[in-house]
Structures are given as C-alpha cells and as structure tokens.
C-alpha cells in the first residue's frame, strides 16, 4: 500500500472516531424541543414544564445506561441558553427550575462510569456550555467543576490553568469578575490543596459567601470543625443568603456526630422553605430522631411573636390541640381557619368550635381586611353546631354566650358587630 493510500486511510479512520464520538448513545425526544430561540417572551411555564420531561427521559435511560444518561444531561446542558435566551425570566419561576434541573443533571453526570478520555470531552463541552450561557443558568456546574473532574490530578491541573487569571483579576481589578473563579476554587478544593485555596481565598477583594464556602469545606476536609464553623460565621457578607451558610454548618456538624449542636444551632435557619409547614416537614426529615411534636413546638418558641402562623403545620400534622392553641394566641388567615373549622366538622367537632370562635374572636377585633359578612356567618354557624355537636353540659350555651357578648360589645369591629346581630 502507498503512503498516499495510508494517508487516505488515517483519515478515513479519524472521521469515523470523530462521526462516532459525535453520535450520542440514545436518540433523545426532548433534543427536538430545545431548539435554538425555541421559546418566546413569555413561555416561560412552558420551558419549564420541557425541562421536567426532559429530566424525566433522561433518568428513565439512567437506570438500564448511566452513560448514556450523562451524556443526555450534557446535551441538555448545552442547548439551555440557546433555547431560553428569549424568555422573561422576571418572575423567577424559570431560573428555580432550571437550578432544580441543573442540579440533578449534575449529579447524573458524575454517577456515570466513564474512562479518562470520554470524561475528557464531557468536560470540554461542560466548558463551552458554560462560557456560552448567558445568564448562568450552568452556575452549580462551575461551582462544581472540581467534582466533575473526575480525579484530583486533573483537578489540579485545571486549577493551574485558572489561577493566573483569578489572582490577575483580584490583585489589579476593581470590581472585575472571571467567570471561572468558581471552578479553580473547587478544582483546588478537590485537588486536596487546602492551605493553597484559603490563602488564595484570603486575597479575595470582598467576603463573599460563593468564595469562602471552598474554604469552609476545605477546613472540614482538614479536620478542623470548630474553625470551619468559625470561618463560616465570618463569611456573611451583605448579601449573602443567611439559609445557605446555615445549611453548610448544619451540614458539617451533622457530618461530625454532633447531631445535637446541629440542631440547637442551624436547623430551623437551614430548612427555612416557603412555607411554615414546609419548614417544619424538612427539619422533621433531617432529624428522624426526634419527635415531630418537639420539633413543631421549638419552631413556634423561636417566633415567639407570631406564633398563629404555625397553625397549619399543627393542623396538618395532626396535633389539633395544639393548633387550637394557636388559633388564639395570634391571629390566623382567615380562609386558613374556616377551611380547617369546615374540614374537621364531622371528625372532631371540639376543635371546629375553638377554630371557629377563634376565627370570630380575630375578626372582632379588626385583624382582616377583606372579610364578608359570610365569613362571620359561617364561623358563627360553624362554631354553634360544633357545639351542638360535642353535646356537652354548658358548652352550647357558653359557646351561644359569647357569640352575644361580641355582637353586643361596643369593642366589636363595627361590621361584624353588625352582621352577629343581623
């Protein structure tokens, strides 16, 4: 064979390594809708709802080919921006999705088994996504970049590659920002060079928590709880998310054993959600050990000024007595309080009546703004027949008793005092 014809085979060969390398390993649906410009101004809850499908898809292939599904998650990652970048992102709505989407793709990405050379070119397209992103859609992938390396040696190596520029930036720009700051942080972190990441950490311009948190993990790894607790405290800075450092201590001194001091000190910070119930279920996960009633009632002791906003936790918990209590000690919503008086109507009458007269003892004394007459009728209708209901001796006529006492008291809302009389 000539050298030309070797030549001509070479290349031959080559391509079809390249052709083989670009095919993905499954034919993905949800390729089809992450079009470039796919989406508009305002599809916002569409795009959403494409990411859940295609996170969907991509965990169904992950447990018969964990490869394959990493390498979806790259795919997705790569055509985020290029199909959002028109979309209204205002509401915050699609940013929390995709977080929520990225994050898992994230963690799919490093289950996969791969060998060096294939996370060699995972890692180089994860590279251009993320210099391609517009609006850091892929930011816990940069914050990550250490763990997605794979190995400290190539962790390492990346980090050498970043650290000229980072100190550049930080030693002669005032308010400049390198995009890769966060990945030569975590690179030197899973690299294991500790000393080396919190004396670059200490030539930071600001303190600012999405640096120092390397350096609080960094500390850990060292073994020292105590400072990385300590070095923890130090890093809010003034727009620093009070839950996230919170959920970082917590984290590490749960990963101490000291369960307790995790507890006592960061629990109800780290798990704050959106709503109390939400709060209080996932402080109730992350501590399987204690009783949901102690966790509840040491959530109300620390709001000690508005502890009715915990009355849907009890209620929904199933500690009536309790949310009962609640109901009096400040005020309520309004629809909170008949919905749960209606709810329990027919299977506890007791605490209908107390939700119920605690809803026209709120309403008496002016709390709500939008109330209707119907409201005050159905609280009064409701707590007279929770009365009847629990047929015991005095409580109708007391429950009768007040109900008067309100609709003839000069200290009663006008127009409840109104409506009671009516």
Known sequence: MSADARQDKSRVAVYDAYQTMKQPRHKWTFRSRFRANAYGWSASKLAAQRLKEALSEIKAV???????????????????????????????ALGSATDKTVHELTEIILAA????????????????????????????VRERWGELCGSAERASRAADELLPTVRFVWERSTGGYFGGTPSCLSCLLAAGRYQELLDLIEDAPFVWWHYRQYGVYALEAMGKIDEAIEYAEQSRGLNDPPALIARACEGILLRAGRVEEAYERYARD?????????TCRSIIRAYPHKEPRTILQDCIDGTPFEPGK???????????????????????????????????????PTFTRSAATAALHWMSQGQY??????????????????????DEEGIQEETSRYIAQLAESDATDEFVRKILRG
């Open 62 to 92: 992950k447990r018969k080919d964990p490869v394959a599904a990493g390498e979806g998650a790259i795919i997705l990652m790569e055509r985020i921006w290029p199909a959002f970048a028109h979309i209204d992102t205002s509401s915050g």
């Open 113 to 140: 088994p791969v060998d060096d050379t294939e996370r060699e070119q995972w890692l180089d397209r994860l590279q251009q996504a993320t210099t391609d992103d517009g609006v850091d859609y892929l930011g816990e």
């Open 270 to 278: 780290a798990h704050q959600a959106g709503t109390y119930l939400a």
């Open 310 to 348: 915990w009355f849907a936790a009890a209620r929904t918990l199933g500690f009536l007595d309790l949310a009962a209590e609640l109901a009096f000690r400040s005020p309520v919503n309004i629809a909170t309080l008949l919905r749960a008086a209606r709810d329990f109507s027919d299977k506890n």
């Open 369 to 390: 703004y939008e109330i209707t007459g119907l409201d005050v009728l159905q609280a009064r209708k409701l707590a007279l027949d929770a009365a009847q209901a629990e």
